[in-house]
């Protein structure tokens, strides 16, 4: 009984796990993409009066 709980159990995490496993190899695959260097939000300008 405790076996085919696992497996009823486990059956319905399969897609979970593999949508959660492709979202992680996206996001590696978009760090790798990226620039090494971050880019500023916001930059500091003179003000003349």
């Keep these: ?3 085919s ?3 009823s ?3 319905r ?3 979970i ?3 959660i496993l ?3 190899a996206a996001q590696l ?3 790798s993409c990226g620039d090494p260097e971050p880019i ?3 930059t500091r300008v003179a003000i003349q009066r």
């Design 5 to 7: 709980i696992a497996f």
């Design 17 to 19: 796990a593999a949508a």
């Design 9 to 11: 159990v486990s059956n």
């Design 40 to 42: 500023p939000y916001a």
């Design 29 to 31: 695959v978009l760090a």
């Design 1 to 3: 009984m405790a076996r």
């Design 22 to 24: 492709c979202l992680m």
């Design 13 to 15: 995490l399969q897609p």
